[in-house]
Every structure is written in structure tokens, then in C-alpha cells.
Nanobody
Framework: QLQASGGGLVQAGDSLRLSCAAS????????MGWFRQAPGKEREFVAA????????RYEDSVKGRFTISRDNAKNTVYLQMNNLKLEDTAIYYC????????????????????WGQGTQVTVSS
């Protein structure tokens, strides 16, 4: 089970940190990702991190502004979002993808096995 939190209403240029807490003992077996879905749009990839935190991948529009990290001791993945823009407004979902070991980080919705409930991020001008 994945529980996302940390969303809120902020102004453009502000920062937020999202958290996603996972239950269970197998957290280290999963690559973790963040996706977002804006009203009327499809869910899209934002960022992902490998099971050991050694590799990350970002969607182009968030590179340099967002940072994904994880703490396997706490079964938690984070998304630090800086310099937020109006177009970052969306519901943000964390997701988990079970991997056998080394695997290429995936960026499509269908490749993730488990999903959290989402947390709303609203950026105002």
C-alpha cells in the first residue's frame, strides 16, 4: 500500500515536498515513480528512482526543478519540487514497480504495479 502526502496550494516559484510511504517489507524490491494528472489530461510521468536510489530519471519539464529521492529504512520516497509553475498543477501519484534487480527505469503508467491515492498540488499565480 502506498500513501502519498504533502500536496497543497502554493504560489508560483514556491516549493513543496511530496512523500510516499509504503507498507510492507519489500520496498527495496521496487523502483518508485511519481506521476501526475491534470484535469482533462492523461496521467504522465514525472520522475522515478531505482530500487537502491542509484539511478533517477525525470520528465524534461521538471529537470533541474524536481528531485526524487528515497529512504529505504523508512520505506518512503520523496519528490522535492522547487520553482513550481502553474503547469505543475495536478494530482500527483506515487507508484511502485517490482524489479528483479537491475532494470531500466520505466516511465509509462502501465509498467507500474501499485499506485497510491494521489495528492493534489495547486500552483497559483
Amino acid at each position: 500500500q502506498l500513501q502519498a502526502s504533502g500536496g497543497g496550494l502554493v504560489q508560483a516559484g514556491d516549493s513543496l515536498r511530496l512523500s510516499c510511504a509504503a507498507s510492507g517489507r519489500a520496498f527495496r524490491s521496487y523502483d518508485m515513480g511519481w506521476f501526475r494528472q491534470a484535469p482533462g489530461k492523461e496521467r504522465e510521468f514525472v520522475a522515478a528512482i531505482s530500487w537502491n536510489g542509484g539511478r533517477t530519471r525525470y520528465e524534461d519539464s521538471v529537470k533541474g526543478r524536481f528531485t526524487i529521492s528515497r529512504d529505504n529504512a523508512k520505506n518512503t520516497v520523496y519528490l522535492q519540487m522547487n520553482n513550481l509553475k502553474l503547469e505543475d498543477t495536478a494530482i500527483y501519484y506515487c507508484a511502485a514497480r517490482q524489479v528483479p534487480g537491475y532494470a531500466e527505469i520505466r516511465t509509462t503508467v502501465s509498467e507500474y504495479d501499485y499506485w497510491g491515492q494521489g495528492t493534489q498540488v495547486t500552483v497559483s499565480s
